[in-house]
Every structure is written in C-alpha cells, then in structure tokens.
C-alpha cells in the first residue's frame, strides 16, 4: 500500500492506489431529475390526473432501469414500493401510518399489473424524452394545495410520496448502480 522506495526513507502512497481510493461523486440524471420536476409542476398547475399518470409510472420506470435488459413486472415493482416508499423512521411515528395506508393503495394498483412483464416503453419513452430538458427547480408548492377535494388531496399525497421515493431510490441506489447508469445512458442516445 505504501511505497517504501522513497528517495526520503518515508512512506508515501503511491499514486494508482490514491486515484482508486479516492471516493467517486454519485452520478445525477438529468433526464430522470427532469421527469421528477415535470409531474412536480403538473401538481403546481393543478393537473392532478396527468400528474397522478406520471407519478405511478415512476416504480415501473426505477424497476426497469435497474433491469439489464429494460424489463418491468408487477411483482417488482410491488418489492420497489415496499423498499423505497417508506421514508426512513416512518415506522416510529404516526407518520408512518399514513404511508401503510398509501402503500397499501399503491400496491393494489400495481396489482392490476400482475402478469405484465416486459419493457415499460410508453413509461421509458416519457422519461427519455427528459433528456434534452432543462432541469427546473424542485418543489411542489404546498400552500396551493390547501383547499383541495379529498381526492385531490389523495393524489397530492401518492404524487408526492412517489416523488420522494423516488428521490431516495435515486440518491441511495441508483446513483451507484451501473445497470441503472448504462440504461439512463442508453436512453439518452437512443431516439
């Protein structure tokens, strides 16, 4: 590990070791922090159901670019949820109660895609066409949503816990995966 042929008589890393061991910056999308900004600014405008649409593709999309060949399954996709939904420490807190409840009601959804494997491509098609996007700043903004029907405030609610997990799925997998960082890749050339 250390050189022991310094001219000086001390010890030094050599260089190769020191470029390998030097820690490497997550990679960031572009295309898929675009997407997550785009159904972000469909909240702020109001437009719930394409805002929901998008937001329930986000499991389909994370499951197949973690997929060597681009594939999806309802099965999958129902494990993704149950990992990346929950935000850390949910389960301590009433809190979490409330992401029980939306899990429960994600995965009900995502059981109608029970028998559906293969590639997600109008889902995939919709991200890639991020990619060439300028990224706008993050946030929804709350205050607007505050005289909401019930079921818009249910779709607030699922758009902006999909959006988080997203997010941590991202920062604390995918970022580091290089299956998830050669399909992103192949999805920006691809036209």
């Given amino acids: 590990m250390y ?36 159904v972000e600014q469909l909240l702020d405008e109001q437009r719930y159901d394409a805002a929901l649409r998008e937001a329930l593709d986000l499991p389909r999309i994370a499951v197949a670019l973690a997929d060597p060949q681009l594939r999806s399954s309802g099965d999958r ?24 409840r939306l899990g429960r009601t994600l995965i009900e959804r995502i059981g109608q895609l029970e028998g559906i494997e293969g590639v997600p491509m109008k889902a995939l098609r919709q991200l890639q066409l991020r990619r060439h996007a300028r990224t706008p700043t993050r946030g929804f903004r709350a205050p607007r949503s505050r005289d909401l029907s019930a079921r818009e405030t249910e779709t607030v609610e699922t758009c902006s816990a999909l959006l988080e997990a997203a997010r941590r799925w991202y920062a604390r997998h995918a ?9 992103l890749a192949r999805l920006a050339v691809l036209r």
């Avoid at 001219?7 to 061991?21: D, F, T």
């Fill in 175 to 183: 970022c580091h995966d290089p299956i998830v960082q050669a399909n």
């Fill in 3 to 38: 050189d022991e042929s310094s001219q000086e008589g001390g010890r030094r890393l050599q260089p190769a070791l020191a470029a390998r061991r030097a820690p490497s910056a997550p990679s960031s999308s572009r295309m898929f922090a675009s997407y997550l900004a785009d």
């Fill in 77 to 100: 996709v129902r494990t993704w949820c149950e990992e990346w939904l929950r935000p850390p420490g949910a389960e301590r807190d009433a809190h979490g109660l409330e992401f029980e």
